[in-house]
């Protein structure tokens, strides 16, 4: 027995601001103050603050230590882990009100949140089966193997109102029930954890904080359907992800929850995990189940579905990372218990992964139906720099953008689709009032572009001249024509792509012409971005009343456009400047006016 | 066979169940404009040319890979389908080299027949092109990626019907084009030149090389004697080019044309199919004889030759050492008929005109210059299509030129020879030869029609003379490698084998005039095709390869008797193993 636990984000995030050498540099100190048998340190997965990581918290007293540096350590050790006295300057300052030590759970942060997907993740040490058995693990694959029927573990997640986390929100159960009545001599689960979305990586973070999970959900479906063979497709840019989930495979597989006749049941499942290569469009269904077949990862037509005729022409059932997260919690605690959470049509809770111009970005798990204005102002702590909320983009490049006026819209899939977006996998990029709508809509079009497989036309050629179009908006060559044309396309894109890759690439484009029109009218009639992003579009000049004439502007300035004598205020001349702002940035006396 | 229950823009329709959309409208007398598809080989919903509403379905669905289903309700020409399919269209021609002045395949393109029926004549879009990538290393075809849509009809063909895989797309998104491997030279990998990909393409993104030019030259050359030979197939299928019904035999037009191009000589490779029969009959029967490596497999296929020494190197002992009609044509030009003439081997120039693109490589292979060094038995191989072009250049009214015959002597055949130009047609004609040379008695019959038609291997024993003798033939190359592994893997006992590259035989050759999909797919031009060489055959005095006069001439005067020294020096070849990657 331990009187300490420290636990240590081993997430991406926190493993790249340092985390990995802050469990060597606890380890050593905790040895040489001889607390090796008195004090234990996990790495876990991900707790979701990422902003500010490194990451770690000390049980039994919860205390959050965030941004923890290696120099700390000798500190927290000898006060905290030695003594007994948190080093309260150390810790998350949320977490300190009034010199008192408070619960994480009490923090703007979390408080409002609901971990049933990220529930393991931050608490177990991922890499050790028994942590994920203490809480509960494999209970619910040994309760499916040996007290339900597969007709009732599909009527249980059917009854739990459970919607694929990945995108598009199919009703999971309906799925596994699709895939169960296929009749084949072989049948096959897989699972996507291919997260593509910029900024999106819940899926990352329960594969990192929790493989097992997602392992016990994958036997849980093959049996609902009579699957053997499952496969996990990952990105190999996710290499913690692959390494904690290959340990787990593996030890799922030494421990009998893996392989032959499980828990004595007659019932078989194999795991495999293989790789993708980084394709966006290889997080659709069929492409993904093409790549894992060898081939150029391509979508077909469908139908057929892949519940008829999946991966090497068998049924397959296909879900996502978070989705199969859900998936045991549901067996053990019930359909009822689930669907109690979240809305009318969603059930549960879903992960969004916060970015962009927000305070605590990061990983927060909320109840479906909870409303915008809660995850930016009080989850996210808000804008910084005191601006202003302008929009929020759901959905990543598939998705469209949330404007103000909308931010109280309780989030659901289907309020989402409503209002010109999606759920998607869950990336949630705020953006305030420096934000061109243009460049946006130009960003993720220019991301579909460069992902589009290269199959069909519409997504192929349509997508491209969609971009040119935006492209010349965006340099203040539009023309009001332009704006029809941008809708039609998009569209033709639409209702005519292959996949749900070309037809929802328009969305961006169409959400902010909806919302922002204003914008694009002022880029094409007055040739001036308002967010003043647009490089074309700016003006650098500076004022003569706020220059000192220090000259330091003259000499950063990389094309000579800065002209001026010593004390006397200079001037720029806008056939030179090349607009890379580099002045500005240096002007110590705010002179420099962009617009 | 089930029935389903549909409409299709109001009409009630019953259709089969499994139909696609595209086939039940069909059904309705309604055409769906169609790009990419190819029936069985490229069903891949991707170029969305065919996209039709299907109530309740989200977005467009396209009919060619759409099933239909029990009440559903159809539309094919709203305004927003038509609409789609122009802008479709539009985007395609942004990025598409729009040279059709000049283009090889105006007014036999299928994207400016499509533009032409959609009266798409302008597009609205323009912005930037995918790099234009033209790969030009081949000996027998070109490939410019500015002309092409991306249909994947090429790779489909390429690696499905074909087996050979060596080309498919590269990148992704707008910079998506079709290459191989790495973007490695066609040269530099295992295609077997036998041109499916060409007759395959929509546009004019794939051609042949064209060498029309080196045979105008050659013809205007004073100093040059120059002979043309015309493959069993040609003429089947050279018809097709001037808008004859497929199947049409032109034999006599063609010889006409050829004559007023200007040609000295106008023969028949036909003479040297039975020449072929000669030499390959007897070296099944000394194999048999003499315990040699059996089965034999035939070897008048120069893609189907390239194929074995890529994939199936361990068969070359297998493979005959006859070499090919168009090679053995022209070797007995450059030897026996130059003597004859009195002319001297370096000015005879040997044109072939082929259904086959592999035979411009073939052309250049080692070992294929019976007159020496520096004197190829054939100077430029030709497809149909590009004597087409010649005929049409030169202005000459092909559908009404009279019906003339072959020069002396080499234009002497029997039907045994021009049944080569369909799948079994060698093995038919060498049987008649062989089993007459084992008995030695006259056959009753001389069809052996478990041999003939357009399935992909066909298989068939015989008693000849006490000896059971095991045959099989087989076309296209998967249909090959199908039947090859199982020899390979000791699974069969035949003596003889025919293979042919192109699925059906020459007269599915990658030479042969295009087809568009819209004909392919519901047309068998196979059969109908070889259809006209079965009758020519039936119709002919002389049946059997040994009957022909001018071969016996050639045995008395030069050759001796089959497999002798000479016709070894003369007619036969070998070949090498060569990587798969």
């Excluded at chain 1, 519409?458 to 965006?474: A, F, H, M, N, Q």
């Excluded at chain 2, 302008?122 to 075809?141: L, Q, V």
């Excluded at chain 2, 040994?546 to 070998?574: Q, R, W």
């Amino acid at each position: 027995m331990y009187r300490s636990h420290v636990l240590v984000c081993g997430g991406t995030g926190c493993t790249s601001s340092g985390s990995g050498r802050i469990v060597e540099a606890l380890e050593k100190e905790i040895a040489a103050a001889g607390l090796s048998e008195e004090v234990k340190v996990v790495k876990t997965g991900c707790f979701g603050l990422c902003a500010l990581g490194p990451i770690m918290i000390v049980y039994p007293e919860g205390a959050f230590y965030s941004m923890v540096k290696e120099k700390d350590i000798p500190e927290i050790v000898s006060e905290h882990l030695l003594k007994g006295r948190i080093v309260k300057r150390l810790l998350y300052s949320e977490t300190v009100k009034e010199d008192e030590v408070q619960s994480l759970s009490q923090t703007q942060f979390y408080s409002k949140q609901l971990r049933v997907a990220l529930r393991n993740c931050g608490v177990i040490d991922p890499e050790n089966i028994n942590e994920y058995i203490a809480y509960d693990g494999y209970q619910a694959l040994g309760k499916v193997l040996t007290e339900m029927t597969p007709q009732q573990v599909i009527d249980t997640i059917k009854a739990s109102g459970l919607r694929g986390r990945g995108g598009a929100g199919f009703p999971t159960g309906t799925k596994w029930s699709f895939a169960a009545a296929s009749v084949a001599d072989q049948k096959y689960v897989c699972c996507n954890a291919d997260e593509g979305d910029p900024g999106a990586f819940m899926d990352r973070s329960v594969l990192e904080g929790d493989p097992h999970v997602v392992i016990e959900a994958m036997a849980i479906a093959g049996y609902a359907i009579g699957a053997t063979q499952g496969y996990v497709y990952i990105r190999a840019e996710y290499p913690i992800a692959v390494k904690r989930l290959s340990i787990a495979i593996e030890q799922a597989r030494e421990m009998g929850m893996l392989g032959k006749n499980i828990f004595g049941s007659g019932f078989d499942f194999n795991l495999e995990i293989r790789l993708g290569a980084g394709a966006f469009v290889c997080g659709e269904e069929t492409a993904l189940m093409t790549s894992i077949e060898g081939h150029r990862g391509e979508p077909r037509p469908r139908p057929p579905f892949p519940a008829v005729k999946g991966l090497f022409g068998k049924p397959t059932v296909l879900n996502n990372v978070e989705t199969y997260a859900n998936v045991p919690r549901i067996i053990l605690k019930g359909a009822d218990w689930f669907a109690s959470m979240g809305t009318e049509k969603s059930k549960g809770t879903k992960v969004f992964a916060l970015g962009g111009k927000i305070h605590n970005t990061g990983l927060v798990e909320i109840p479906m139906g909870t409303t915008l204005r809660e995850i930016v102002e009080e989850i996210g702590g808000g804008i910084p720099n005191g601006k202003k909320f302008k929009a929020a983009q759901t959905g990543g490049p598939s998705g469209g953008c949330i404007p103000a006026s909308l931010i109280d819209t309780p989030i659901d899939y289907d309020n989402l689709i409503a209002i010109g977006s999606m759920m998607g996998s869950g990336g949630l990029i705020v953006m305030d009032e420096d934000t061109c709508m243009v460049d946006i809509a130009k960003f993720f079009l220019e991301f579909t572009v460069d992902e589009s497989c290269g199959k069909c036309t519409p997504c192929r050629v349509g997508t491209k001249r969609l971009y040119e179009i935006l492209d010349k908006i965006s340099k203040g060559k539009g023309e009001m024509e332009d704006l029809d044309r941008l809708v039609e396309l998009a569209n033709y894109i639409k209702s005519n792509s292959l996949c749900g890759l070309g037809q929802t690439a328009p969305n961006p484009v169409l959400s902010t012409l909806r919302y922002f029109k204003d914008e694009y009218i002022a880029h094409i009639k007055d040739k001036t971005c308002p967010a003043g992003v647009c490089k074309e579009l700016l003006t650098y000049s500076i004022d003569p009343e706020k220059c000192k004439g220090c000259t330091l502007c003259a000499r950063v300035c990389p094309a000579d456009a800065i002209s001026g004598t010593v004390k006397n205020p200079h001037k720029i001349d806008r056939n030179k400047c090349l607009k890379c702002g580099a002045c500005m940035e240096k002007c110590r006396f705010g002179a420099i006016v962009k617009n | 066979m089930e029935n389903v229950n549909i409409t299709i823009n109001g009409m009630p329709l019953s259709v089969p169940k499994g139909s696609t959309i595209l086939e039940a409208a069909r059904l309705g007398n309604i055409d769906i404009p169609t790009l990419c598809y190819l029936k069985d080989i490229n069903e891949i919903g991707a170029c969305r040319m065919c996209v039709v509403e299907v109530k309740g379905a989200r977005g467009l669905v396209a009919s060619c890979v759409y099933p239909v289903a029990e009440g559903m309700e159809i539309r094919t020409n709203t305004p927003q389908i038509m609409e789609a399919r122009r802008t479709n269209l539009e985007l395609l021609l942004s990025n598409h080299e729009r040279k059709c002045l000049s283009c090889v395949r105006s007014t036999n393109c299928e994207l400016q027949k499509l533009c032409r029926d959609l009266k798409v004549d302008e597009t609205r879009f323009s912005g930037e092109k995918t790099p234009s990538m033209i790969d030009d290393s081949a000996a027998h075809m070109i490939r410019d990626n500015s002309k092409c849509v991306l249909c994947r009809r090429c790779v489909a063909v390429c690696s499905k019907l074909q087996d050979v895989a060596v080309i498919g797309a590269n990148e992704r998104g707008f910079k998506t084009h079709i290459g191989c491997a790495f973007d490695e030279d066609l040269a530099n990998v295992a295609c077997i030149s036998c041109g499916q990909c060409i007759v395959a393409c929509p546009t004019g993104a794939l051609q042949e090389k064209d060498q029309t030019k080196e045979v105008w030259d050659a013809l205007a050359d004073p100093d040059k004697k120059v002979i043309v030979q015309t493959a069993p197939s040609i003429r089947a299928t050279l018809g097709e080019s001037f808008g004859m019904p497929i199947g049409t035999n032109v034999e006599g037009k063609m010889v006409a044309a050829l004559r007023r191009l200007g040609f000295d000589g106008v023969y028949d490779t036909d003479l040297a199919a039975d020449l072929t029969i000669m030499e390959e009959a007897n070296e099944l029967v000394d194999r048999i004889k003499e315990g040699g490596t059996l089965p034999m497999i035939t070897s008048c296929s120069p893609g189907w030759i390239k194929y074995c020494e890529h994939i199936f190197p361990d068969l070359i002992p297998n493979l005959s050492t006859c070499k090919s009609p168009q090679q053995m044509f022209g070797a007995i030009a450059k030897t026996w008929y130059a003597k004859k003439m009195g002319i001297d081997p370096k000015n005879l120039f040997v044109v072939s005109v082929m259904p086959c693109t592999a035979k411009k490589f073939e052309v250049g292979r080692d070992g294929q210059s019976a007159a020496g060094e520096g004197c190829p038995d054939v100077d430029v191989a030709l497809t149909t299509r590009e004597i087409a072009r010649m005929i049409e250049t030169a202005g000459l009214d092909f559908v009404n030129l009279p019906d003339e015959e072959f020069d002396a002597p080499l234009g002497a055949s029997t039907g045994a020879a021009v049944i080569f130009g369909a799948t079994g047609g060698v093995m038919e004609a060498a049987l008649r030869t062989a089993v007459e040379t084992i008995t030695g008695e006259e056959l009753d019959r001389l069809e052996f029609t478990e041999v003939r038609g357009t399935k992909g291997i066909k298989e068939a024993s015989y008693n000849v003379g006490g000896l059971e003798v095991k045959v099989a033939v087989a076309s296209g190359m998967k249909n090959a490698k199908e039947l090859l592994t199982k020899v390979r893997n000791g699974e069969a006992d035949y003596q003889f084998i025919e293979i042919m590259g192109c699925p059906g035989g020459c007269v599915n050759g990658g030479g042969q005039p295009i087809q568009p999909a819209s004909v392919r797919n519901f047309v068998d031009l196979k059969s109908l095709r070889a259809k006209a060489l079965y009758d020519q055959d039936a119709n002919m005095p002389l049946r059997k390869s040994h009957d022909n006069p001018v071969l016996k001439e050639i045995y008395a005067d030069f050759l001796g008797k089959p497999g002798s020294h000479v016709a070894h020096e003369v007619l036969h070849t070998s070949y090498v193993k060569r990587t798969r990657y």
